[in-house]
């Protein structure tokens, strides 16, 4: 039987706990998952991509997943289904947190089936527990000065002050 390799993209700026739940949970279908950090210069992200990647290589790392799937973290530039493609990967797995979410990610998925119909798209839903986290309102709440410590964890709460601090010392 053929190696299950899977992707799990994202812009993670930054990852949250619920980015956490869908990687382990995807740990459980895939036997190399690949997180592909996407550049998405349009998000205008927080952190820059190195910064991202070794977050989430940080994270991945402290976390407990399944010990037969092997979890790597790249960057990626490209059209995501060029880098499935160039990984080997048939799946791509999607986090949905609510009915919000659907639209976009099924027109996604639709694109992509499109471009490469080898690759399947698998949806994920959100735990109960992490619904409502996104990386957009963890980083707008701690902006204003909120508590963001039971969306991400100590560490990334740790470097999410220090970027906050540093923009705010810069007056973006």
């Not at 979410?101 to 099924?106: G, I, L, T, V």
């Amino acid at each position: 039987m053929s190696e299950r390799i899977g992707i799990y993209p994202g812009t993670f700026d930054p990852i949250t706990n619920g980015h956490q739940d869908i990687i382990q949970r995807a740990t459980r279908l895939v036997d190399r998952l690949i997180i592909g950090v996407a550049v998405n210069a349009g998000k205008g992200p927080l952190f820059t991509l190195e910064e991202r990647v070794a977050l989430v290589k940080a994270e991945v790392a402290a976390m407990k997943v399944n010990n037969a799937t092997l979890v790597e973290v790249e960057p990626f530039d490209n059209l995501l289904m060029h880098f499935a493609t160039s990984h080997g990967a048939r799946v791509i797995i999607r986090g949905l947190r609510a009915v919000s979410d659907f639209e976009y990610e099924f027109q996604m998925a639709g694109m992509n089936a499109r471009l490469n119909p080898d690759v399947e798209t698998v949806f994920l839903m959100a735990s109960e527990r992490c619904q409502f986290i996104s990386s957009r309102f963890v980083k707008e709440i701690g902006r204003l000065g909120g508590n963001v410590s039971s969306f991400v964890s100590p560490r990334v709460m740790s470097w999410l002050e220090k970027k906050l601090e540093e923009e705010k010392a810069s007056g973006e």
